[in-house]
């Protein structure tokens, strides 16, 4: 819990309470005393609450509904009292309404772990600083050793607890069990916080994804969920899974041009998962496959690594992402990205250099540059740029400055 190692920078101490299967907590909120309530947190944490120098912690808030309407109480009466939440943004949603105290908190998403983050998790400062010096060229002599802890972040994805498990044990299989725990407690969320009439179309789009992203073709199609399924039947299960920030919704344009939202078409578009770590325990990937060789950038149609690029864009860019094909989907660029100046993307798995489709887009558009990230060295060729797949999040933060 990312709470418990950083509450020491800036308080004496931490009043921490997991609000799930808590009784104690439901009774506690008969009322907005915060007085009563501060007594209550203190009592159940078993730690004293001394304003401005303890931080209280409510985890799980989306089981107590009422202590989320009650930070409007603290904001208001009691703002002496530091108090931060974090729960399923599912069940959070339900309460976005009038119990939700708009204007009186401040809200953070949480991504999963990017490849840099990683690398800090695992004190790879040096090479981390390395690597935001953007001397891209000289970074070719670390590529073996970037892309050995690349093959473990395909294992374990980058959600928190998952990382910090494999850097403590390096215990793959205890990894793996709870990266499924994990895709158990979404689809246990969902039962829980989903409208009754959607919860089963949830499931099946949430399940659909990763055999969508292993076809050639990654565009999602309705009737590979269940035959004769249709856009109107699962267009809000989409919804629901997307403001639960469980999916990454990417796009088609019609066109490489600025502005690339102008040439939106909503009714095509990827879906990409939350995390790659979870994608693979979803399709049991075997770890031999991910930690061994270079089989992870090249089976699965490049699902992972595509999975890869999307993760690194939407953790560190936040904004939107497209994908663009032509009329008749003969020529497909795997992502565009609309900065100051718009950029095809192509994302190869392996060191084959050779791209089509990107070639095809740049001769028909002269102001544009191509970027292609792959296993090979980095290297500027005419309207080009081929970047190690590893350096993808520095690449884009770079391009978004400029």
Known sequence: MAFKRIWKKEYENLAYINCDNNPQMKILFSDFDTARLIRGFSAISDQPIYPEKTLIVLDEIQETPLALTALKYFSE???????????????????????????????????????????????????????????????????????????????????????????????????????????????????????????????????????????ENKKF?????????????????????????????????????????????????????????????MVDAPAEDILIGDNVFSTYKGSFTEQYFAQQFFSSIRDKLYYHTNENSTLEIDFVVDFKKIYPVEVKAETNLRSKSLSTVLKQNENLTGIRFSMSPYKEQDRIVNVPLPLVEEYLNMLSSL
């Open 221 to 281: 199609i309705y009737g590979a969920i269940r035959k004769g399924a249709r856009a109107k039947d699962y267009e809000k299960a989409i919804e629901w899974l997307k403001n639960a920030g469980l999916v990454y919704k990417v796009s088609r344009v019609k066109k490489i041009e600025k502005p690339a939202k102008f040439y939106e078409e909503n009714e095509s578009f990827k879906l990409f998962f939350v995390d790659l770590g979870l994608q693979g325990a």
């Open 77 to 215: 009466n009691a703002p002496e009292n530091h108090i931060a939440v974090a729960g399923s943004f599912l069940g959070i949603l339900i309460h976005s309404g009038s119990g939700f105290p708009v204007g009186k908190t401040d809200s953070m998403t949480l991504y999963p772990l990017s490849f840099s983050e990683f690398l800090l998790a695992h004190d790879k400062k040096i090479l981390l600083n390395m690597i935001r010096e953007r001397n891209f060229e000289d970074l070719n002599a670390f590529m073996p050793q970037l892309v050995e802890l690349l093959r473990q972040y395909y294992f374990t994805g980058g959600m928190p607890e998952v990382v910090d498990l494999y850097i403590r044990t390096q215990d793959i299989h205890s990894v793996r069990n709870l990266q499924k725990a994990i895709i158990r407690d979404y689809e246990r969320d969902f039962f829980e916080h989903v409208p009754e009439s959607e919860v089963v179309r949830v499931l099946l789009v949430f399940n659909s994804i990763s055999s969508q992203l292993a076809k």
